[in-house]
């Protein structure tokens, strides 16, 4: 046989292939971890997630020592959800000025000043009947009435020591509404990073049990995007970016390599993939099972991210990563 290329020229040794090797190592500062934080009367909260083996929902104290000893292990960033004591129809849990997150945030803030805490703008988690928007009677989720509890929250987050909101909603106009909240606040400052190509998607079902903010009726399809379109999610990229966005996300992150890829070429601003939920599930689940190898499995994922084009990643497991010194 004679051949000009020989693939299997450069992979001989191990040496050749970290030579070779085009996507770079994970670093620390790569990965973003999310924590459930709830408001509870019990202290010592820490109640693993069902449907996330490895993950809980976290009193403020327990939250404080979690990410101690990930800050220990060299974790730069973190992702708060809420879960408040009181749900309503007027989500006051997420924009009150002692919610939940807004407490989580002062605490982290506080005790890890170089942390960088970045805090998701959505209401379903604070909605009685888990919507990410204000529902009308007919059943309808109302886009505009709705800018403005978003536009409230980020305040309130902001105010609260927030580094950077991340709105998650995905209403029409929610970023230039919260740009224009935090200029007038004060907060021109404070970053957006929007959940930008959000799709309506069944990987997030885990999520809903550790934020308890399953919608009771209905669906997030009519404001939520549909797996099936890639144009679209490049429109709504360019319209937050428009409105202010600093940052994008693209979420379920897996899944949607092709729209990570498409976003990384179109744009010159930070993107970030999110690993959601069920994407951390199926892995664990099919670890735990001795079906897989679970630490090269999770790890080829978060490769296929990077090499997709993804700045940095909010995944589940970056406390492990950084537990089993697999990031730079
Ligand atoms: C709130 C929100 C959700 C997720 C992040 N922010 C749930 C949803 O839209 O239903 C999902 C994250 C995950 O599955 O890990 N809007
Ligand atoms: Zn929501």
């Known amino acids: 046989m004679s051949s000009f290329f020989r693939g299997r020229r ?38 693993e997630i069902a449907t996330m083996p490895g993950q809980y929902q976290l009193s403020l104290a327990k939250l404080e020592e979690h990410v101690a000893k990930a800050v220990d292990m060299g974790l730069k960033n973190v992702i708060l959800f809420g879960v408040p004591a009181k749900k ?47 529902l009308a009677k007919n059943g309808q989720v109302l886009n505009d009435p709705t800018l403005e509890l978003l536009a409230k929250t980020a305040v309130s987050q902001a105010k609260a020591g ?12 929610r ?3 919260i740009r224009e909240a935090l200029d007038g606040a004060g907060l021109a400052n404070t970053p957006i990073m929007s959940y930008a190509a959000k799709f309506a998607s069944a990987y997030y079902g885990p999520f809903r049990d550790a934020a308890q903010s399953a919608p009771a009726c ?12 890639g144009r679209e999610a490049m429109r709504e990229v360019f319209a937050d970016l428009e409105e202010g966005a600093d940052a994008i996300i ?7 390599g092709d729209i990570l890829r498409q976003v990384r070429d179109a744009v010159d601003v930070h993107v970030c993939a999110y690993q959601v939920s069920g994407e951390y599930a199926l892995i664990r689940a099919a670890g735990l099972n001795g079906w897989v190898d679970e630490e090269r499995v999770m790890m080829e994922s978060l ?17 492990t990563i950084l537990a089993k010194g697999l990031a730079r």
Not at 250 to 256: E, L, Q
Request: net charge negative.
């Open 10 to 47: 450069i992979r001989q040794t191990p040496q050749m292939r970290d030579f070779f090797r085009e996507t770079p190592p994970l670093l620390k500062e790569d990965l973003i971890m999310p924590y459930f934080v709830v408001n509870s009367g019990d202290a010592s909260l820490e109640q």
């Open 88 to 134: 309503d129809e007027q989500a006051t849990g997420a924009w009150k000025e002692d919610g939940i997150i807004q407490r989580a945030t002062r605490l982290l803030k506080k005790r890890f000043p170089s942390l960088f805490v970045i805090t998701d703008v959505c209401l379903c988690e604070y909605m009685s009947h888990g919507h990410c928007g204000i």
């Open 162 to 173: 927030s580094d950077m909101v991340a709105p998650s909603d995905m209403m029409d106009g």
């Open 175 to 177: 970023v230039a509404a």
């Open 218 to 229: 209905g669906d997030r399809k009519s404001y939520q995007m549909d797996p099936g379109n």
């Open 250 to 256: 693209v979420k379920p992150a897996g899944p949607y």
């Open 303 to 319: 490769q296929g991210l990077k090499r997709g084009g993804a700045d940095s990643i909010i995944t589940y497991f970056a406390e």
